[in-house]
C-alpha cells in the first residue's frame, strides 16, 4: 500500500501531511514523530492569535470606513469612485475577519503530532464517520507501524 488518505489526511511510510487539494500543506517526517494523539476540538493552529487577528480585521476597517461614508452620504455632490474604495474595500477584510472568527469555533477531528521540534495540528478538514477514522488509524497502525493514540471515546485507543 502506496498511502491512505482520509479527508484531508495522508498517511505514508514517508510521513503524515495535511492536504490542501493535491498538495501537501502541512508535513511531517515519519522519523520527526514523536506521538500522534487524536482530537475532536479547535482544529486551528492558533486559535487565540486567530481570534485576535480576526476581531482586528473586523473592528479596524468598520471603525476607518463609518465617519468617510457618512461625510460621503451627507454630502450633495457624487461620491463616485471614492464610495467603492471607502466602503466596499473595507468590507472585504470584515468578510475575511468573520470567516477567520468562525474557524475559530469549528470543530473537527484533528491529529496533534509531536515531532523533534515542535507540535503541529493535521486537520480533518472534512469530518469522517467513526467508522471510516477508526479504519483509517487501524490501517496507519498496522500498514506502517503509527502508534496512535486517542482522546476521542468513539475511537479505539492503540492496541
Avoid at 501537501?24 to 493552529?45: A, E, H, N, R, W
Amino acid at each position: 500500500m502506496d498511502k491512505l488518505k482520509c479527508s484531508t489526511v495522508k498517511i505514508s511510510d514517508a510521513g503524515i501531511s495535511e492536504l490542501d487539494g493535491a498538495s501537501d500543506l502541512i508535513f511531517i517526517p515519519k522519523d520527526q514523530i514523536k506521538s500522534i494523539t487524536l482530537f475532536y476540538g479547535c482544529g486551528v493552529q492558533r486559535p487565540i492569535i486567530q481570534t485576535l487577528l480576526s476581531i482586528l480585521l473586523i473592528s479596524v476597517p468598520t471603525y476607518l470606513c463609518i465617519p468617510p461614508l457618512f461625510a460621503c452620504l451627507n454630502t450633495s455632490e457624487p461620491c463616485g469612485g471614492k464610495l467603492l474604495f471607502i466602503f466596499i474595500m473595507p468590507l472585504i477584510f470584515v468578510f475575511f475577519g468573520i470567516w477567520m472568527f468562525i474557524e475559530v469555533f469549528k470543530n473537527n477531528y484533528y491529529f496533534k503530532v509531536k515531532s523533534e521540534n515542535n507540535i503541529k495540528k493535521i486537520v480533518f478538514k472534512e469530518r469522517p464517520t467513526e467508522i471510516s477514522l477508526a479504519q483509517f488509524i487501524n490501517q496507519a497502525r498496522q500498514y506502517y507501524g503509527y502508534i496512535i493514540e486517542s482522546e476521542v471515546k468513539e475511537i479505539p485507543h492503540n492496541h
